[in-house]
């Protein structure tokens, strides 16, 4: 029994250091911009514009995916607010983007659009790469903040279109 409460903990921390590269990856990447020529030859009001974007990269949310699925790659990262390949960061990993076409249809509607969170642009990103819904396989997703109630009603519509996938979040409140 003692095994069994310590294996969720071990898959967290593991989830957790894969958030924690990706965001200092990200802060690499920040701090490569800001010592660069063309920041440094930025206009006043053209750097302020900038370092915003470049403020919202740093304090976004991460999330991480280990998937075990048939057919389907085995990691996804997202962030917050890297939401295409024009976005600032999105050189850095492989991420999960923000989909036009969206498979999920529980999404709350509040003052954010929530496509842009990370559970849901992990979750659609695998949706559009299943060809079976009848496929097993496991997801073990980490967000690093508490999935919003967008999100979660996303999770469980994901859990119903998919039974026979086991899928598991986490955050840092479980660590």
């Known amino acids: ?3 069994e409460a310590k294996l969720p903990n071990r898959k967290i921390i593991n989830l957790n250091e894969k958030t924690q590269n990706v965001r200092g ?3 690499k990447e920040i701090e490569k911009l800001r010592n660069s020529d063309e920041y440094k030859n930025l206009s006043k009001t053209q750097r302020d514009k900038f370092d915003r974007k470049l403020r919202k990269l ?3 949310n991460v999330a991480v995916a280990d998937v075990s699925i ?5 990691e996804f990262q ?3 607010q890297i939401h295409s390949a024009e976005s600032v960061g999105s050189n850095i990993k492989n ?3 923000s989909k036009f076409d969206r498979s999920l249809k529980s999404y709350v509607e509040d003052e954010f659009p929530r496509f842009n969170d990370t559970e849901a642009k992990i979750l659609e990103d695998i949706v559009s790469q299943i060809k079976d819904p009848n496929v097993k396989g496991k997801i073990d997703l980490f967000t690093e903040l508490d999935a919003c109630q967008s999100c979660s009603n ?3 519509e994901f859990r119903r ?3 026979n996938i086991e899928l598991n979040v986490y955050s840092n409140s479980m660590k």
Do not use: E, T, V
Request: charged share 15%.
């Open 25 to 27: 990856d990200i802060n």
């Open 70 to 74: 048939p057919g389907i790659k085995k």
């Open 95 to 97: 991420f999960s983007y």
């Open 58 to 60: 740093s304090n976004g």
């Open 154 to 156: 996303l999770i469980m």
């Open 78 to 80: 997202a962030h917050s």
């Open 161 to 163: 279109k998919f039974p």
């Open 1 to 3: 029994m003692a095994g």
